[in-house]
Every structure is written in C-alpha cells, then in structure tokens.
C-alpha cells in the first residue's frame, strides 16, 4: 500500500496538465537534425527549470564527438544538437527518467488523417500524431513527474535526474554526448512505448549499404550487358538465407517476436536510364545484432554471406559492403537487478493488473549507450505501443500515458526516498 507521501505524489499528478504538455511536444516538429529539435530541447530545458531543477544545456561539439572511436553514427544532416540535463539536487542521480524529443520524417501527407501529422488530434481517449508514441508521451511522462514532486512539495533524500536527448532515430548521438558529458545515475528507466510491459533488452541494428556493379548496354541489345538488379537477386537470397540463420536460437525474451534480428532492404536504386542496362544498384537496409553479440561480428556474417554467393560475375566484381548511418549496439539490464522489481511493484500497484511481463524488442535504442558506455543499469517502461510508431497512425492512449506517470512517481518516490 502506498505512505501518505506516496499517496499526496499521486494525488499532485495533474493529467489535463500532462495531456496539454504532450500536446505542446507533438505540435514541435522536431524531425531528427532540423531546427525543431534544437527548439524543443530549449523548452524542455525551461519545463524543467519551472520544475525547481539544476538545467545543465549544452550546445553538442559534433566534431569532437564524430573523432570519437564510440561514435554510434547518424543520418540525417546536422548542423547543431544540444543536451539537456536536469536534477534535483547533487550527487549520484538514484533515478534517471530519459526521453528522445526527435521524431522521424512524416512521409506522405495525405495518409495522415485530418493532413496534419503535429496537429496532436484527440478522438475519444487517443491522441494522433507524429511522435506521440515515439515518445513524446514518454518525454512527457518524465516531466509529468517532476513536476508533481514539486507541486506536493517532496523534497528526496538522493536526487532524480531527466534527460532528454537528441538524434536518438539515428543513432544515438545525443544520449552519446549525454554519457562523455558525464552524467551518470544509479539505474535508469528510458519511456520508450512498451504496450505494458517492462523491456529489459534490446537487439542492436547495423544500416549497410551494397553496391553491386553491372555492364551497361543499350536496352535493345541487353545481352551485351549485365544487369545489376539481376546480379543482385542471388545477394539477396543470400541475405534471406543468412537472417535464417541467425534467428533459429533466440532468448526466450524475444518470444512476442517471429524474428527479432531481422535483416532487411530498405531502399534500392539501379540505373539512370529506361532504355540502358543498369550497371550498378545500390541496396541499403538494416541487420539486427543479436545480444550480446559485438557488431563486429555481425558485420563480418553479412560480408561473408555475401562474398560467398557463387557467382561467375560477382567473383571478378564482388560487391562492395559498407557500414554507413546508425550503428546499434545490442544491450541489457543485468539479470536480477533491483529496477526491475521495483519497477514492477510500481506498475503492479497503478495498475492493478499484477507484476508487468518483461520483454525484450528487435530495435536499437539509447539503452545499449547509457547501460554500456555510461554504466547506467537502464531498462525501458513508457506509454505507447512500438507498433504505432514510425507510421501515419501514430497514436497513444491517454489513459495509458496518466498510468504511467503515476508509476513513474511511485518509483521515484520509494527509489530516491523523501526528506521528512
């Protein structure tokens, strides 16, 4: 049962104030690498000073951090990035609340229903819109906390730190430069969208690129030529062939999950003419690292997997691999640490519905940096369902959103403890 300053936490959580605050983060576009993003690191940064917190903002030294030989790699084009670091007091953080503010591209427009992907619409008890899963309701969540402690007047006993975090879509580059800044923390808890559950693993994932040569030709006399699509076809079984592989043993943390280290082709580009032979394509995608593997390793699979297609063309001109964008390390919370049972404590007694299952998700995520770089004991729990994201049906339950602030208070409560 929760204390008397467990219950006046709860009783201070304000959740037209939250459902306003993620409306306010939606309407923000705050695509990885624009201007947006700079903006909504700025007025995270004011929320949390409102809160009575220590703001450390940073403008990012991206030069500094790209000669970097940890350099988790990025995508999108970037000219600027700041940090935001927010806590209650100083010392070690026992508590670590995280939350990305970028969101990835709209895409088409006339797919999103009302044609406003940041209109943060509410139909019932769901909000729509870009970024309302992937997380801005677990960034709002996170300032929905400190700002119920303040209001009920709690003063903890050790601190509880927010960090909210840029370029996480692409890679990883603001939760980097948040861990070489060094700030730190006892455990932490990143809100991505877990559907209710407690996910104490992540898969890594690897962007490659191949580029596959062919010999031009004139349309009318093709074999002259050597069409790069159709070399490219036996990589691509190939690669068929090899996700098969690496997904017949799996932890049994994947088990909601048919193929949690996929291997996929994202885009493929090949000739610049209708009526000539292509002769080159290039494929990129992404490959899943299974845990606990070094990505290196992975890295070395797909290039022998493909070095060893039998091909006479490919063997005089193999295809060139190469790693660019986003590269994802696996990572976990130690087995039988004490965040998970107090975390699920917390959502057992919020919502009623018993101890959360505990998973594990095929994507990357700031998880292996701040567990892995930062030594920060770190699992994800935050309103939304991944299936959501990434999607013009992007959506969160608001109902889902206000049970996770409140065991997102209890935690904080009981894991820093109070002043008296």
């Known amino acids: 049962m929760a204390t ?40 995270c940064a004011a929320l949390l000073t409102e809160a009575d917190m220590d703001v450390d903002t940073w403008r990012l030294d991206l030069d500094e951090l790209r000669a970097d030989p940890r350099f988790p790699g990025t995508e999108a084009p970037r000219v600027e990035g700041y ?53 801005k309701a677990g960034v709002a969540a996170n300032l929905a906390v400190v700002h119920a402690l303040r209001a009920a007047g709690i003063r903890l006993a050790r601190p509880l730190a927010v960090h909210t975090v840029v370029s996480e879509e692409d890679g990883g580059l603001g939760a980097f430069a948040t861990m ?5 923390g006892e455990a932490a808890v990143i ?8 996910i104490t693993a992540n898969a890594g994932a690897l962007t490659f690129r191949l580029e596959v040569a062919g010999r031009a030709a004139h349309g009318s006399t093709a ?56 002769d080159l394509l290039v494929a990129e995608g992404r490959m899943g690292v299974r845990l606990g593997e070094d990505p290196d390793v992975a890295r070395a699979a797909l290039e022998v997997a493909i070095a060893q297609v039998d091909d006479p063309w490919l063997r005089d001109h193999p295809v060139r ?73 992007e959506q969160v339950s608001l109902a889902e959103l206000r049970e996770v602030t409140r ?10 403890g109070v002043i008296a």
Request: overall charge negative; proline content about 7%; aromatic content about 6%.
């Open 4 to 43: 008397a300053v467990e219950t006046r936490a709860l009783a201070a959580v304000d959740d037209a104030r939250t459902v306003r605050l993620l409306e306010e983060l939606v309407r923000v576009p705050s695509v990885t690498g624009t201007d947006a993003e700079s903006d909504l690191q700025h007025r």
């Open 83 to 135: 940090g935001v670091v927010a806590t209650t007091g100083d010392g070690v953080p026992a508590l670590v609340l995280q939350g990305h503010v970028d969101v990835v591209p709209t895409g088409d427009l006339a797919k999103w229903e009302g044609g406003d992907p940041f209109g943060a619409r509410i139909v019932g008890d769901v909000m729509h819109g870009r970024g309302t899963c992937d997380m």
């Open 180 to 184: 070489l800044r060094g700030h730190t």
């Open 191 to 198: 809100t991505e969208p877990t559907s209710g559950t407690v």
């Open 223 to 278: 074999y002259e030529g050597v069409n790069a699509f159709e070399v490219f076809w036996p990589v691509y079984q190939a690669l068929r062939e090899l996700e098969e592989r690496r997904n017949r043993d799996r932890d049994p943390l994947f088990d909601d999950y048919p193929v949690p280290y996929p291997i996929s082709v994202g885009t493929l580009r090949a000739g610049d003419w209708a009526s000539s032979v292509p």
């Open 321 to 393: 691999v190469t790693w660019p964008g986003g590269q994802f390390a696996s990572g976990s919370l130690p087995e039988g640490h004490a965040l998970i049972g107090e975390i699920g404590a917390a959502v057992a007694e919020i919502t009623g519905r018993g101890t959360p299952r505990r998973t594990a998700a095929p994507y990357g995520s700031d998880l292996r940096l701040y567990s892995g770089i930062g030594g920060i004991p770190t699992l994800h729990y935050g309103p939304g369902d991944v299936r959501f994201a990434h999607a013009p049906r």
């Open 407 to 416: 065991a997102l208070v209890l935690l904080a409560v009981r894991r820093c």
